[in-house]
């Protein structure tokens, strides 16, 4: 059967499945999992226990980021996946290429991609459909009740004092790669009424000193992985061009887990929460987020 022909069958028997709702696995079915925010999803649901592999990007829970790699998310070969032998593969919608998938489905592997803008507002509809997919279509739903929640309590919380914020989330020598508009940390400082610096240019880029100094941030944000990479906190105000700035003058930094804010799966509102109560702290702000309702 050709792999164009396999791929429409497959979507037709998935499709209908859907609908008829999902089974739950047998004990002895084998599951790979791409895409950190699915894989956190699963771990949440407690519908993990049939994952044996993962891609790089799975670095949560523990206990499946200790498991056999496939590669890379949006480079992975059939090969690579095909060698864990698997039953299933729970796909993030950006897994790929797109071929690979395909020569999985046409080999008999069951291939479930979850497609889902990379937005606040589609974590609960991703929680769901991996609820149903898994067989866990009530948990699915009270998880994505319980998450919708906590983002409209976001939503609901007064603004902060007008403050420019840089999130850095890298860095190449010497020179931060920093979030300007459309990206996953533009949508999360403007969801905790922090302004990007860096909002006029597009994507993640290397800023050099003269950038930092003209738009001057007050508060700098930074995953741990990341400071630890660039030396510690020390290293983050001698980078240059950071004492030209209000955050390098006041050291104004808030430490966060990029993997759980970033991937948009269900540790992302608390973890915006968490944000948000760290940044009350740091601007002396009146304390109106909680990470508990």
Known sequence: MPTRL??????????????????????????????????????????????????????????????????????????????????????????????VLEQLAAVGVTVETIN??????????????????????????????????????????????????????????????????DTAAHTALEAISLENAFAAMAGYQSVGAEALAKQAPELVIMSQRGLNALGGEAALWQLPGMALTPAGREQQLIVIDDQALLGFGPRAPDQLLTLRQAAEDLLGAPTTAQVSP
């Open 6 to 99: 396999a791929s429409r069958v497959f979507a037709a028997i998935t499709l209908g499945w859907l609908l008829a709702g999902a089974p739950l696995a047998h004990a002895d079915e084998r599951w790979i999992v791409l895409g950190g925010d699915i894989a956190a999803t699963l771990a949440a649901l407690d519908a993990d226990a049939n994952v044996v592999a993962r891609d790089d990007t799975v670095l949560y829970p523990p206990q499946m980021a200790a498991l056999p790699s496939v590669g890379y998310l949006r480079q992975l070969s059939a090969e690579s996946v095909l060698s864990l032998q698997p039953d299933r593969v729970l796909a993030a919608g950006h897994a790929g290429p797109q071929e």
């Open 116 to 181: 889902a803008p990379p937005t606040l507002d589609a974590i609960a509809d991703k929680v769901r459909t991996v609820g149903r997919l898994t067989g866990r279509s009530e948990e699915g739903d009270a998880l994505a009740s319980e998450l919708d929640q906590k983002l409209e309590r976001l939503a609901r919380l007064p603004p902060l004092p007008p403050t420019r914020a840089m999130f850095i989330l890298q860095h190449s020598g010497l020179t931060p790669r920093v979030a300007g508009s």
